[in-house]
């Protein structure tokens, strides 16, 4: 199921940028962590990572987001600070269960979704973790456009050779 007019939004939100192969992933996480522990910064909302490539090289290109209670991170921290952070315009769809498969289906249905209704996503999928100890799942949300540019024939081959590698 795919939900249209969802939103991002949250107040003092601190974000790292990374780039590296899909298998250290874990080690990004930490990393991120250690960051917010080393700047005594208390959390405030889920993790969220903005996914902002298509991996077909199994790189991935994220930006990884907290919102905190601070309203003020010291420079010397490596973290990028917001004051707001607001994405409108959303299409939302939620995975659970085993993440890594699940996660794929949840991308060929939110870019199947903005195919049929002719909608332009316009940017990076973002990933909240959402749950407790007993039950966890993620919400995958893309801002669309129905107004936005065409995409180039490359950009579009790009996406379709990626949604068809999800259903094969």
Not at 23 to 51: Q, R
Not at 68 to 82: A, G, H, I, K, W
Not at 113 to 122: E, F, K, P, T
Not at 128 to 143: A, H, N, P, T
Request: no cysteine; hydrophobic share 40%; glycine share 2%.
């Amino acid at each position: 199921m795919v939900i249209e007019e969802e939103t991002i939004m949250y107040r003092n939100v601190v974000w790292h940028s990374y780039e590296f192969h899909y298998s250290d992933f874990e080690k990004v996480l930490h990393d991120f962590n250690a960051k917010l522990t080393a700047a005594n910064l208390s959390i405030n909302g889920p993790l969220i990572y903005a996914l902002k490539n298509v991996p077909l090289d199994e790189r991935m290109d994220i930006d990884v987001l907290m919102p905190v209670e601070q309203s003020y991170v010291p420079r010397e921290t490596n973290l990028l600070f917001q004051t707001y952070y607001y994405v409108d315009q959303m299409l939302m769809t939620r995975v659970k269960g085993n993440f890594e498969t699940n996660t794929e289906l949840g991308y060929e249905r939110l870019f199947t979704y903005a195919m049929q209704h002719d909608l332009q996503i316009v940017s990076p999928v973002y990933h909240i973790l959402r749950g407790d100890d007993d039950f966890q799942w993620v919400e995958l949300k893309v801002k669309v456009d129905s107004n936005a540019e065409e995409l180039s024939d490359r950009e579009m081959d790009q996406l379709t050779r990626y949604v068809e590698s999800l259903v094969d």
